[in-house]
Nanobody
C-alpha cells in the first residue's frame, strides 16, 4: 500500500512557474514508477509526465515537453514536477500516481493515486 500526498499547487500568471511535490509513504517507494496526470473541467484525465522505476527514464506528453521536468528522490520518497512557462491551458487538478511496473508509464492504469492539487494559470 502506498499513500500519496500532493502539494505546491496554486494560482500563477501565464509564463510563471510552479513546483509540485508528491510525498509517498508506505512500502518500497523505489519499486514504483511514478507519474503525474491532470484533469481539467469537462475533460478526461491525461498523462503529463512519468519516471520509470528501474532506470529513471522520463516521459512527457507533447503538450508539456520542454516546459515541465519530473524527478524523484528515492531517499526522501518524493517525486517533483517542475513546471515552467505555464500556459492557461495547463489549468487543471494535478494528480500524482504510482505504478508497480516499468511497463506503460505513460498510460493508465496506475495502482495508487493522490487526492490532487489545483493549478490555475491566469492569462
Amino acid at each position: 500500500q502506498v499513500q500519496l500526498v500532493e502539494s505546491g499547487g496554486g494560482l500563477v500568471q501565464a509564463g510563471g512557474s510552479l513546483r509540485l511535490s508528491c510525498a509517498a509513504s508506505g512500502r518500497a517507494f523505489s519499486s514504483y514508477s511514478m507519474g503525474w496526470f491532470r484533469q481539467a473541467p469537462g475533460k478526461e484525465r491525461e498523462f503529463v509526465a512519468g519516471i520509470r522505476r528501474s532506470d529513471g527514464k522520463t516521459f512527457y506528453s507533447d503538450s508539456v515537453k520542454g516546459r515541465f521536468t519530473i524527478s524523484r528522490d528515492n531517499a526522501k520518497n518524493t517525486v517533483i514536477l517542475q513546471m515552467n512557462s505555464l500556459k492557461p491551458e495547463d489549468t487543471a487538478v494535478y494528480y500524482c500516481a504510482a505504478k508497480y511496473s516499468d511497463i506503460g508509464v505513460i498510460q493508465l492504469p496506475y495502482d495508487y493515486w493522490g487526492q490532487g492539487t489545483q493549478v490555475t494559470v491566469s492569462s
